[in-house]
């Protein structure tokens, strides 16, 4: 019960800093002199790490407790937490190299979901 209410709290908050940051008018990801600004870049990317792994390992979690589960018995975390985080980490790489121009959005999406595949299949 804890794993549920801390995954829940931290999306929580990470989609509520996310909005936060994108109320503000001046949180721009560009200096002044129009070079990326990476300090703010790297705290959005941060956040965004956080939301999506929790995101994820709150759903696979659950998606294992009410499917595999019973009622009272609860599934080993180190599952979802595992998943979770390498999806978030497979996401921010795509991100990052989406910002510096090194690939784009939809081939590193693409890319990524076939290294889920494989590693499913093994």
Known sequence: M??????????LLALIVLYYF???PDFLPFQESGEPDWS??????????FAIESFVALTLY??????????????????????GI???LGLSLVMVL?????I????GLVIMLAIIAIIMIL
């Open 40 to 49: 703010r870049i790297g705290i959005v990317m941060v956040t965004i790490f």
């Open 104 to 107: 784009s959005l939809s081939w």
């Open 2 to 11: 804890k794993y549920l209410l801390t995954q829940i709290l931290v999306l």
């Open 86 to 88: 390498g999806s978030a």
């Open 22 to 24: 994108s109320t503000l």
């Open 62 to 83: 659950l998606f294992q407790k009410f499917i595999a589960y019973g009622w009272k018995e609860y599934p080993p975390k180190g599952v979802s937490l595992r998943w």
């Open 98 to 102: 989406h910002i510096i121009h090194a």
